[in-house]
């Protein structure tokens, strides 16, 4: 049980545009998930808090004008990267909380290996 | 504020010796305490969790860990390590007073156990 599930795995795009990440929880409702990125050999890096209806919670430092989040469902949330660049390639993983259980672990997908030409 | 501390980037150990992974935290009120593992180009598995009771936690494949409150800490631990244990392994905390559910992660700590 406690799955969650992300898509796409891998990603390569040019410079520019926009790339949609999508972070499911399979078995599970989730009232909160959140979204991550990791450098090579780092520990995971917040990014943002997202809660089933309303707006996510970003990080400081975090442009929320560049990573767009949505989060319209108990089981789907969705990460867009708005005219990416190089350095935005990274590791983006998504985790999610099932119900408003917070001494219950979070649940992680797989990430997705974003590559900026 | 939150934070964790695993004191070592790398840790070795020979197949069937026991390994140990370190781990200190410090919180503002009392802990949930978590430890996770991750394989290369994947995301965080769960494998234990302290959240109340009994301060020696078993959990998946093997590993335990032992909460510490005195010392803040959360070592997590296995009789006998395999090869397939060889992974990054992270030590999560948070708040049980927060509202936000967010964790707060060690910078990893791979793990190499050699045949």
């Known amino acids: 049980g406690a799955v969650v599930s992300q898509h796409p795995s891998w990603v390569i795009c040019k410079s520019g545009t926009s790339v949609k990440i999508e972070c499911r929880s399979l078995?599970?409702?989730?009232?909160?998930m959140f979204w991550y990125r990791q450098f090579p050999k780092q520990s995971l890096m917040l990014m943002a808090t997202s809660n089933e209806g309303s707006k996510a919670t970003y990080e400081q430092g975090v442009e929320k004008d560049k990573f767009l989040i949505n989060h319209a469902s108990l089981t789907l949330s969705t990460l867009t990267v708005t005219s990416a660049h190089p350095e935005d390639s990274s590791f983006y993983i998504c985790?999610?909380?099932?119900?408003?259980?917070?001494?219950?672990?979070?649940?992680f997908g797989d990430g997705t290996r974003l590559s900026i030409l | 504020a939150q934070s964790v501390a695993q004191p070592e980037d790398q840790v070795n150990v020979a197949e069937g010796n026991p390994l140990t992974v370190k781990c200190t935290y410090s919180?503002?009120?009392?802990?949930?305490l978590f430890w996770y593992v991750q394989y290369p180009n994947r995301g965080l598995q769960f494998l234990l969790k302290?959240?109340?009771?009994?301060?020696l936690v078993k959990g998946s494949y093997g590993f335990e860990a032992e909460f510490n409150k005195s010392q803040t800490s959360f070592h997590l631990k296995k009789p006998s390590a395999l090869v397939s244990d060889s992974a990054l392994y992270f030590c999560a905390v948070r708040d049980r007073g927060s509202t936000l559910g967010r964790l707060y992660f060690g910078r990893g700590t791979q793990l190499t156990v050699w045949p």
């Open positions: 919180v503002s009120g009392n802990p949930y």
């Open positions: 078995d599970f409702q989730a009232t909160t």
């Open positions: 985790s999610a909380i099932q119900g408003a259980a917070y001494s219950q672990p979070q649940h």
């Open positions: 302290y959240i109340t009771g009994d301060n």
